[in-house]
């Protein structure tokens, strides 16, 4: 924590990844991002973010490169794609 109480630095683990962030200061401005996230379920996931206020983006859909995907925005503005991989063999175009 920054002596304002601000966060200084938060580390996530989802499953074998660690995704880091912190608020935004004067000299660091907030800024929106887009994320890309794979997950076990995607309609759970779904549901969780927009129980958290999150606003729905895209609905969940099967989609033709093997994944189930949603797309949500969360309150900062952030865009967030949750997919499910449905198919186990590498894609192919």
């Known amino acids: 924590m920054r002596p304002d109480g601000r966060i200084a630095n938060v580390q996530v683990r989802i499953g074998t990844s660690t995704v880091m962030v912190s608020e935004a200061t004067q000299r ?3 800024m929106a991002a887009a994320y890309y996230l794979y997950v076990e379920d995607a309609d759970l996931s779904m549901q969780r973010a927009l129980a958290c206020g999150a606003t729905l983006e895209m609905p969940v859909s099967d989609m033709s490169y093997g994944d189930r995907q949603v797309g949500v925005r969360d309150q900062h503005g952030n865009i ?10 590498p894609y192919q175009p």
């Open 28 to 30: 660091y401005q907030p």
């Open 80 to 89: 967030w794609r949750i997919s499910q991989r449905t198919v186990r063999e």
